[in-house]
């Protein structure tokens, strides 16, 4: 859980993303999809999303500029490593590097795993 928080706090200074931060209770970091999308240049962080499961990701109220309230969705931190580890664009591995995600390990169990 640790960890889990250290790389939240990463995300959260360096790169401006909405990040929930709870450790009190599971999941203990939640990072918003949409801007994660933009930072990773995922074209469509939708599409990627509905891959995970329902306890991956999670659709919080929030409020727009103009106070309106809609829906967004937040993944889990299990939910990013999931992304990151399928997405094969080099701005997701630089990412993944910079925020200590071992994607390398992850991904090659992955392989293993499908085989």
């Known amino acids: 859980m640790d960890k889990e928080i250290e790389i939240a706090n990463k995300i959260k200074n360096k790169y401006n993303i909405d990040v929930i931060i709870d450790e009190n209770r599971p999941p203990h970091t939640l990072y918003c999809a949409s801007k994660l999308g933009k930072i990773?240049?995922?074209?469509?962080?939708?599409?990627?999303?509905?891959?995970?499961?329902?306890?991956?990701?999670?659709?919080?109220?929030?409020?727009?500029?103009?106070?309106?309230?809609?829906?967004?969705?937040?993944?889990?931190?299990?939910?990013?490593?999931?992304?990151?580890?399928?997405?094969?664009?080099?701005?997701?591995?630089?990412?993944?590097?910079?925020?200590?995600?071992?994607?390398?390990?992850k991904y090659y169990v992955s392989i293993e795993t499908d085989l």
């Open 40 to 105: 990773l240049k995922i074209k469509n962080i939708r599409m990627a999303t509905q891959t995970l499961s329902e306890t991956e990701k999670h659709k919080i109220i929030t409020a727009d500029i103009m106070g309106r309230k809609q829906y967004s969705t937040f993944i889990t931190y299990d939910g990013l490593v999931k992304i990151i580890t399928k997405s094969r664009n080099t701005n997701t591995v630089e990412f993944a590097k910079e925020i200590g995600i071992d994607t390398i390990t």
